[in-house]
Protein backbone atom coordinates (compact mmCIF):
# COMPACT_ATOMS: atom_id res chain seq x y z
CA UNK A 1 0.00 0.00 0.00
CA UNK A 2 1.43 3.61 -0.84
CA UNK A 3 0.43 6.97 0.01
CA UNK A 4 -0.82 9.14 -2.69
CA UNK A 5 1.80 11.73 -1.53
CA UNK A 6 4.56 9.32 -2.53
CA UNK A 7 4.04 8.98 -5.97
CA UNK A 8 3.21 12.83 -6.56
CA UNK A 9 5.01 14.17 -9.35
CA UNK A 10 4.98 18.25 -10.01
CA UNK A 11 6.45 19.41 -13.65
CA UNK A 12 6.82 22.71 -14.69
CA UNK A 13 7.75 24.66 -18.49
CA UNK A 14 7.47 27.52 -19.38
CA UNK A 15 5.49 28.32 -22.92
CA UNK A 16 7.38 28.97 -25.79
CA UNK A 17 6.77 29.87 -29.72
CA UNK A 18 6.94 26.38 -30.94
CA UNK A 19 4.43 25.22 -28.55
CA UNK A 20 1.80 28.27 -29.25
CA UNK A 21 -0.78 28.84 -31.91
CA UNK A 22 -1.40 31.72 -34.24
CA UNK A 23 -3.27 33.38 -31.52
CA UNK A 24 -0.16 33.28 -29.10
CA UNK A 25 -1.49 30.88 -26.88
CA UNK A 26 -0.85 27.05 -25.70
CA UNK A 27 -1.90 24.50 -28.21
CA UNK A 28 -4.49 22.15 -26.68
CA UNK A 29 -2.40 19.08 -27.82
CA UNK A 30 0.92 20.49 -26.61
CA UNK A 31 -1.08 20.66 -22.75
CA UNK A 32 -2.48 17.36 -23.08
CA UNK A 33 0.94 15.91 -24.05
CA UNK A 34 2.56 17.71 -20.75
CA UNK A 35 -0.27 16.24 -18.33
CA UNK A 36 0.37 13.01 -19.69
CA UNK A 37 3.85 13.11 -19.02
CA UNK A 38 3.53 14.15 -15.79
CA UNK A 39 0.45 11.79 -15.06
CA UNK A 40 3.04 8.85 -16.07
CA UNK A 41 5.67 9.69 -14.21
CA UNK A 42 3.43 9.64 -11.17
CA UNK A 43 1.88 6.62 -12.67
CA UNK A 44 5.22 5.00 -13.04
CA UNK A 45 6.49 5.93 -9.15
CA UNK A 46 3.31 4.26 -7.73
CA UNK A 47 3.78 1.31 -9.53
CA UNK A 48 7.08 1.15 -9.68
CA UNK A 49 6.73 -0.06 -13.12
CA UNK A 50 6.56 1.00 -16.69
CA UNK A 51 3.26 2.35 -17.36
CA UNK A 52 1.12 3.00 -20.80
CA UNK A 53 -2.04 5.90 -20.55
CA UNK A 54 -5.29 3.72 -21.19
CA UNK A 55 -7.96 6.74 -20.69
CA UNK A 56 -7.74 10.70 -19.85
CA UNK A 57 -11.31 11.52 -18.77
CA UNK A 58 -13.00 15.03 -19.89
CA UNK A 59 -10.85 17.65 -20.59
CA UNK A 60 -11.52 21.21 -21.05
CA UNK A 61 -9.60 24.30 -22.14
CA UNK A 62 -10.74 26.95 -19.47
CA UNK A 63 -8.45 29.59 -19.74
CA UNK A 64 -6.17 30.26 -22.52
CA UNK A 65 -2.14 30.21 -21.33
CA UNK A 66 -0.84 32.94 -22.97
CA UNK A 67 3.65 32.78 -24.59
CA UNK A 68 5.96 32.99 -21.74
CA UNK A 69 3.68 31.80 -18.99
CA UNK A 70 5.27 28.90 -16.78
CA UNK A 71 2.36 26.68 -15.86
CA UNK A 72 2.78 24.07 -13.23
CA UNK A 73 1.43 20.26 -13.34
CA UNK A 74 1.05 18.01 -10.49
CA UNK A 75 -0.06 14.75 -10.63
CA UNK A 76 -1.75 12.51 -7.74
CA UNK A 77 -2.90 9.04 -7.69
CA UNK A 78 -6.56 8.90 -7.01
CA UNK A 79 -6.81 5.15 -6.91
CA UNK A 80 -4.99 1.43 -7.70
CA UNK A 81 -7.40 -0.77 -9.45
CA UNK A 82 -6.07 -4.44 -10.04
CA UNK A 83 -3.61 -3.47 -13.11
CA UNK A 84 -4.48 0.25 -13.71
CA UNK A 85 -4.47 3.30 -11.61
CA UNK A 86 -6.21 6.47 -11.89
CA UNK A 87 -4.00 9.82 -11.61
CA UNK A 88 -5.90 13.57 -11.19
CA UNK A 89 -3.50 16.16 -13.04
CA UNK A 90 -4.32 19.76 -12.44
CA UNK A 91 -2.53 22.72 -14.16
CA UNK A 92 -1.53 25.55 -12.89
CA UNK A 93 -0.29 29.21 -14.53
CA UNK A 94 1.26 32.55 -13.81
CA UNK A 95 3.48 34.60 -15.34
CA UNK A 96 7.05 34.58 -14.89
CA UNK A 97 7.12 36.90 -11.73
CA UNK A 98 4.41 34.60 -10.23
CA UNK A 99 1.58 37.05 -10.74
CA UNK A 100 -1.85 36.14 -11.64
CA UNK A 101 -1.98 32.52 -10.50
CA UNK A 102 -4.65 30.69 -12.11
CA UNK A 103 -6.11 27.08 -12.08
CA UNK A 104 -6.29 26.46 -15.83
CA UNK A 105 -7.02 22.73 -16.59
CA UNK A 106 -7.49 18.86 -14.84
CA UNK A 107 -7.96 15.67 -15.81
CA UNK A 108 -8.44 12.21 -14.91
CA UNK A 109 -5.86 9.82 -16.68
CA UNK A 110 -5.64 6.24 -16.10
CA UNK A 111 -2.29 3.43 -16.54
CA UNK A 112 -1.64 0.27 -16.26
CA UNK A 113 1.41 -0.47 -14.84
CA UNK A 114 3.48 -2.76 -17.38
CA UNK A 115 6.30 -5.65 -16.57
CA UNK A 116 9.50 -4.97 -18.44
CA UNK A 117 10.11 -8.15 -19.88
CA UNK A 118 6.97 -9.50 -20.86
CA UNK A 119 5.39 -6.26 -21.23
CA UNK A 120 1.78 -7.52 -19.76
CA UNK A 121 -0.14 -5.68 -17.50
CA UNK A 122 1.02 -6.02 -13.61
CA UNK A 123 -0.47 -6.15 -10.24
CA UNK A 124 -0.79 -2.35 -8.90
CA UNK A 125 -0.33 -1.91 -5.00
CA UNK A 126 -3.15 -0.12 -3.68
CA UNK A 127 -3.81 3.69 -2.54
CA UNK A 128 -3.84 5.08 1.14
CA UNK A 129 -5.84 7.97 1.16
CA UNK A 130 -5.11 9.81 4.05
CA UNK A 131 -6.60 13.43 3.52
CA UNK A 132 -10.35 14.37 3.41
CA UNK A 133 -9.46 15.19 -0.30
CA UNK A 134 -7.52 12.10 -1.18
CA UNK A 135 -10.43 9.89 0.38
CA UNK A 136 -13.23 12.18 -1.37
CA UNK A 137 -11.14 11.27 -5.29
CA UNK A 138 -10.46 8.04 -3.91
CA UNK A 139 -14.37 7.19 -2.90
CA UNK A 140 -15.59 8.35 -6.01
CA UNK A 141 -12.64 6.71 -8.15
CA UNK A 142 -14.84 3.91 -8.94
CA UNK A 143 -17.74 5.68 -10.60
CA UNK A 144 -15.39 7.59 -13.05
CA UNK A 145 -14.15 3.88 -13.58
CA UNK A 146 -17.23 2.42 -13.92
CA UNK A 147 -18.44 5.16 -16.56
CA UNK A 148 -14.77 4.81 -18.74
CA UNK A 149 -15.88 1.25 -19.03
CA UNK A 150 -19.22 1.29 -19.87
CA UNK A 151 -18.13 4.37 -22.78
CA UNK A 152 -15.76 2.10 -24.17
CA UNK A 153 -18.02 -0.94 -24.54
CA UNK A 154 -16.12 -3.37 -21.80
CA UNK A 155 -19.17 -3.11 -19.49
CA UNK A 156 -22.96 -3.27 -20.39
CA UNK A 157 -25.48 -0.77 -19.19
CA UNK A 158 -26.90 -3.35 -16.54
CA UNK A 159 -23.62 -4.07 -15.15
CA UNK A 160 -22.76 -0.31 -13.94
CA UNK A 161 -24.21 -0.51 -10.99
CA UNK A 162 -22.30 2.78 -9.25
CA UNK A 163 -23.69 4.94 -12.09
CA UNK A 164 -27.20 3.34 -11.54
CA UNK A 165 -26.87 4.00 -7.80
CA UNK A 166 -26.40 7.71 -8.75
CA UNK A 167 -29.81 7.77 -10.25
CA UNK A 168 -31.52 5.50 -7.96
CA UNK A 169 -30.82 7.78 -4.88
CA UNK A 170 -33.57 10.36 -5.53
Known sequence: MKRVQDSEAVM?????????NPLGN????????LMDVAGGICAGKHCEAHVA???????SFQLPIPLGEVI????????AFNTSVEVYVEVFTATIKGQNPRRSNDAYFTFVGIDDKTH???????VLAITAEEKRRFDSAQKRRELRLLLSGRIKAKDATEIKALFDEN
Open 72 to 79: TIKANVTR
Open 26 to 33: LMGGNLLR
Open 12 to 20: MEMIMPNDT
Open 120 to 126: KPIKVPP
Open 53 to 59: TVSVDHV
